[in-house]
């Protein structure tokens, strides 16, 4: 009796996605909760007469409470090169200050990693209803006599149609700026044993905030806010941390 072989079947040509790795997964995650992020704080744009109302009654509030300094420490800082590096400070913070730190996380303690990436994105997930229920134009934008440095010192122009068409002008509350420069200097300050890293750490929160208010871009009642938002992100990345196995 003959034989017969049948051949191999031939490869499928199927198009197949690169297989990522492990950082590449998380890039591809945080591009992805990003543009999620981005879209729905887009969608969320208020009315420039609502988040001004909004922005004075939170000076009246701070004017109330004693706590409203914005004016005053842009005006002391007016002309110094203190201000100049504020300016800096405040657009280094979220485009190269966190990617950086979340790229150390990952390569030198996936823990610390793992928690900074929850808070971050839980964060961006609890702050996407209060800037569509609750719009607040800047300092630099709410007529109260505060000035853009940031535009009118680096170069950089907050308000062009190039810039606008990646954040929100009208999403000052909460400051995220904020809030992410603690839970990073937080989380890399208890993930080091290097002392000067320690205290780069605990000074990276305080410094951001005064850029904040010095560049006129955030009110004293945002960097609470920020600093509440975080800190529930903060609870909410432990929680999940802990209770999961995270895919890192």
Avoid: C
């Amino acid at each position: 009796m003959s034989t017969f072989t049948y051949p191999a079947p031939a490869p499928s040509r199927v198009l197949r996605l690169p297989r990522l790795s492990r950082g590449g997964a998380q890039v591809a995650l945080f591009f992805l909760a990003y543009l999620v992020y981005s879209g729905a704080r887009y969608f969320t744009i208020g009315d420039l007469g609502d988040a001004t109302n909004n922005a004075h009654w939170i000076v009246r509030l701070e004017d109330t409470l004693g706590v409203g300094i914005e004016s005053a420490v842009q005006t002391a800082l007016s002309g110094t090169v203190v201000l100049w590096a504020l300016n800096h400070v405040y657009l280094a913070a979220q485009l190269v200050v966190l990617p950086g730190a979340l790229w150390m996380l990952h390569r030198k303690a996936r823990p610390h990693y793992v928690l900074l990436r929850n808070t971050v994105l839980a964060t961006w997930l609890l702050s996407i209803p209060v800037y569509g229920l609750f719009p607040v134009a800047p300092p630099r934008l709410a007529g109260i006599g505060m000035v853009d440095t940031i535009s009118s010192q680096t170069g950089f122009a907050m308000d062009s149609s190039l810039t606008t068409s990646f954040y929100n002008e009208l999403a000052a509350v909460p400051s995220l700026h904020v809030g992410f420069a603690f839970a990073i200097g937080i989380v890399v300050a208890s993930a080091t044993s290097n002392r000067w890293l320690k205290v780069a750490g605990h000074l990276w929160g305080p410094t951001v905030a005064l850029a904040v208010v010095a560049t006129g871009n955030h009110y004293v009642f945002d960097i609470a806010a920020g600093m509440v938002a975080a800190a529930i992100g903060y609870g909410l990345g432990a929680l999940v941390a802990k209770g999961t196995k995270a895919v890192v």
